[in-house]
């Protein structure tokens, strides 16, 4: 595969990752900041560990032992799911109903925890490795969950997720190490609302596969499904600006 | 991890339980088309469940919008 045509298929995958890596980087940092690096680091490596585990274990008899068609279907079913989800919540925080996601908030929230708990300097701070272990893992699922996703058709699929999302990381760690600071100018209502376009995408995509639908151009028909999904949620944030004006900032289960 | 996949389902259950079963609902309707209709059904399952996905989110934005709306007028009343 030469790099552009895996550039195009990893994407999807470095995208929706990178949401992921900037939720986990942001309590990592908070943790190393407050009560020093070495625990936070520790903690970030057992998470990689454990989630390489879990990949090579269910990832891998999941995607050798069920069928394709059934893992298409299934895994279809839950990308539109999760997608709508993303979408949903997107598209009302662009309109005002529900609070902007701030990382700066979440790092300093997470800040005022940590410092709260205090720290014995001769011990290994075991709060600072679970608080760190607990991010990476929960966030790391995701990604796992986000590769076998965009890689659920195998081969080239599954080769440009794994290599999207272990950009993403590179990428998002890179960013983290360099500016030592929450990554708050990552515009990330921005990316969950293109992720959670994708993701119905690809639901829809795999979903319709799944019952024998050959889409015309194949995969090409992908960035036409995501544009009728973006279109469809330009019109509700029309609509839901005209309902509401002056927004709500209201609880997000409460809408 | 399992407080994430609870935290996940109950999201998906409760706070977005109507998105969730409309969803559901979308794709159960596209199976029954795809096993019952034929060689045609075939060729159309995917734009048909396109447009009723798409159908129901901007229908669940503007219930959610007129939810906001009137939580609201309630609160400044």
Known sequence: MDP???????TPAFVASAVEFVEATTIVLAVGVTRGWRAPLFGTLAAAATLAVIIATVGVAIVTIVPEQLLKGVVGALLLLFGLRWLRKAVLRFAGIVAIHDEELIYQREVAELRAQGLQRKEFDWIGFLVAYKAVLLEGTEVAFIVVAFGAAGGI????????????????????????????M?????????VGAMLCSFGVFWFSEALGMEWPGDAVSIPLIVLAFLAASWLAIRMLRALLPQGARVEARNV | MFRSIWATLVGLLIEDGQLAIGALLALAITWALANTGGETAHEVVGWVLLALVLVLVVANLYRAGVGARARMSSAHR
Request: overall charge positive; charged content about 5%; cysteine-free.
């Open chain 1, 186 to 194: 990552v515009p990330e209502n921005w990316l969950k609302f293109g």
């Open chain 1, 4 to 10: 552009i045509t895996l550039a195009i298929h990893a």
């Open chain 1, 157 to 184: 699929a599954l080769t440009a997720a794994t290599v999207g999302a272990i950009a993403a990381g590179l990428f998002v760690i890179a960013l983290g190490v360099a500016l030592k600071q929450p990554l708050t």
